[in-house]
């Protein structure tokens, strides 16, 4: 099943809004299979007043899971992408360490089980 990737918020230049599907399409087929759709949303946080002011939001929805929603806010939207990407990388790894450790520490009542079996 492929991944649905919405991406809003980008100028109208049909290049950036194809380089931002690429590559955050890229990123969700790393992931786990699980990935059912990813919203990316770019707003310019203080107008045209400049500075680092563009933010980018990667909401990814997960079958069976909670979201996953990260941001970033750069100069640029490609620095923003890139560091929000970085920041979905992280967080998806750090939650398959947690559901792993979860999976393989043993319950309260097979550990006494255990502990029992070895007293007899």
Do not use: W
């Amino acid at each position: 099943m492929m991944t649905q990737v919405d991406v809003s918020g980008l100028s109208p230049r049909r290049a950036v809004r194809l380089r931002a599907d690429a590559r955050v399409a890229a990123a969700v087929a790393a992931l786990p299979s699980v990935v059912s759709s990813a919203r990316v949303i770019f707003t310019d946080v203080n107008g045209d007043k400049g500075g680092v002011d563009i933010r980018c939001a990667i909401t990814v929805s997960l079958r069976g899971r909670r979201r996953l929603h990260v941001d970033d806010v750069a100069t640029t939207p490609r620095q923003a992408l890139d560091g929000a990407l970085a920041k979905l990388e992280r967080r998806v790894l750090r939650t398959e360490e947690a559901d792993r450790d979860n999976r393989r520490r043993p319950k309260k009542y097979y550990a006494a089980a255990r502990q029992a079996a070895k007293r007899e």
